[in-house]
């Protein structure tokens, strides 16, 4: 052991000093991904359990199923949803691509009934947290290219919190 | 006895007998895709994108999406990762799923399954689904 010891004490030695940060870099980097690899939140949440087994539901198909229903709006043109899990409470957030800036507040709000009404319906969830809604464009603007931005208002809709970005006419009249 | 095999006890083991019936576990995961693809609402099996690449590599295409491994008592214990139709009760359908799946292996193997476990991976409309490639249908 103490031999062992001593021959990487020599290798340290003969190392040049912008190697032994390099290794240090890395060797903190390999800890600080294994960390947020720990860290990470589950990605399945059980849905329910029985005699006859378990039923787990993956973070991309609660994903997927809320935003078929956002898409299933006729005033939804796109949408983009990220699904926290924290604990067993289900987070949603939504990114929106409305057909034109009417009916924002309605549409939103029963977007909102909407989901919650699927979740606790489809999949027995009664765990269900905050679903926030931001509109980010309207037209033919892609979801995906427009960035939040940090002037969005935030009015409360029943229980959850809905916010709005404010039309974006320049990106609208680049397409 | 291979990890892959199950025993199916046909009887004690005495003089005369005709021997053992082993059940590969990859015949045990064909059985359950072949049920769970006719269950209403179910669209595909499969797992994730890592686990169909390694599936695809190591060529054991029939196992994607399902895990077959028994307990101490030596019963079946099945996971199954689907791809699921938007509009249908998920819940309900993987509860039919379990019991399909359960029934149509216990009847074909004639061992006990101890617990189906369903992974909803996926919602997807139906039409959408057929554009997908890297999702397969079990047939």
Redesign the interface.
Known sequence: MSELFEQANELLDQLPPFAIIGIFAVFVLVLLGLGSMLKRPPS?LT??S?D???????R??LQ??IR?ACLRDEWVQAARTVVKISGSKINTSIDLRLTSPTNLKETSERLQSRISELLQ????FDQIGKIEIMITSFGKTDVDEIPATPDSSTIQAKDATLSTAPRNEDSEHEN | MNSQESTIETGEAQEGSLGQIKVNHTVVSTIVKMAAIKVPGVLAIGG?FVENFIAQISSKESDKGVRVSEDEAGNYK?EIRVL?E?G????KT??TL??IV?KQVSNMTGKPVA???????????ADEKASEPSEEAAE
């Open positions: 399945r849905a329910f029985s006859t087994g378990s039923v787990l539901v993956s991309k198909a997927d199923l078929q319906k489809s999949l027995n | 994730n099945i699921m938007y249908t009760e998920l819940a993987a509860e379990q019991m359960a617990s189906v476990d369903v992974v909803i991976e996926g919602v997807k409309m």
